[in-house]
């Protein structure tokens, strides 16, 4: 057992775990991290992708992961208590902004994959070390402030545009979260990316395509809209959202249950119901029959599930 010079928090560094080689078995990387609720070490464990079909990029790829978790649990990665207020009382724009963008990553957690997660701390965890944003307000921090961190990231860190891109939009991303538990309407994140390398990878879609697409979505394929939006508000896998039943989504106690015989990672996870969300779902779903598929042929709720195949063909 480790404690991190830092924080204080003991953890256990992780480790690949390669099943002796076998690439038949999935392989996953291994640590124990802090649980506030228990008050002890608690095991994650971070499955890598059966796409890598050969040992050498397998073992890359977890290593990659093992560098990241130990990165993140060196500067204080732990498991926080759930469901808590940042500051009881305070006004939203008036709480300390780094701890209003941790409080909303922890709410999202659950509805995460362990990669996701990493990814998105590791983000963060650039935010929280830069120095002009200690103590600033959510109300302080506007997008110059932003555009002066991204060019830390550049300058110091020595990120390449691509990178520094990333870490801008997977802070828009966790800021978004907090914007709809608030009300907050300015989101300092949002602004235009950096122009990159070319490249033959996809680039994904500016906001402005974005709201193209959302609009024709919405007129000719609500079905596929309403699809998009359980994958943006709930972080819900596509494949999992296509065996989802009208019986796993708890309108009152505002979540939605994600069995562990569906889930990618094979673990029972809860994605709540954020406000957005609930407008849709209400809309949407006949809540007296809760057997029925959310997506069954037409991506219209039914008796039968849509499978893969026939989505794919959309």
Do not use: C
């Amino acid at each position: 057992m480790v404690k991190d010079n830092k924080s204080g928090l003991p953890f256990k560094p992780a480790v690949l775990r390669d099943r002796d080689g076998d690439l038949t078995k999935p392989w996953y990387v291994e640590f124990y991290a802090f649980d506030e609720k228990s008050g002890g070490l608690v095991r994650k464990r971070v499955s890598i992708s059966m796409n890598f079909r050969d040992k050498k990029s397998r073992t890359a790829e977890g290593n990659r992961i093992v560098g990241m978790a130990n990165d993140l649990l060196k500067k204080g990665y732990h498991f926080p208590k759930q469901g808590i207020a940042v500051q009881p009382g305070i006004p939203p724009e008036k709480e300390i902004l780094v701890k209003a963008l941790q409080f909303s990553l922890n709410a999202a957690t659950p509805a995460l994959g362990e990669k996701s997660t990493l990814t998105y701390q590791s983000a963060l965890n650039k935010f929280m070390a830069y120095p002009e944003a200690a103590g600033m307000t959510v109300d302080q921090f506007e997008t110059r402030h932003a555009i002066l961190f991204r060019d830390y990231l550049l300058t110091e860190l020595k990120n390449a545009p691509r990178t520094a891109n990333n870490t801008i939009q997977h802070l828009q991303v966790i800021f978004s979260r907090f914007q709809e538990r608030t009300g907050i309407k300015e989101n300092p994140f949002k602004f235009k990316s950096l122009r990159e390398t070319a490249t033959e990878r996809n680039i994904a879609f500016s906001d402005a395509d974005r709201a193209t697409v959302e609009e024709y979505l919405l007129k000719h394929e609500p079905g596929v809209y309403f699809f998009t939006r359980l994958m943006y508000f709930a972080f819900i896998r596509p494949g999992e959202l296509l065996k989802l039943q009208v019986r796993h989504v708890h309108m009152p106690k505002g979540y939605i249950t994600v069995h562990g015989l569906i889930a990618k990672n094979g673990k029972t996870e809860t994605a709540q119901i954020i406000p957005a969300l609930a407008n849709e779902l209400q809309s949407r779903i006949n809540f007296e029959r809760p057997e029925h598929y959310l997506f069954s042929s037409d991506m219209e709720q039914g008796k039968f599930p849509l499978y893969r195949s026939e989505f794919e063909k959309l």
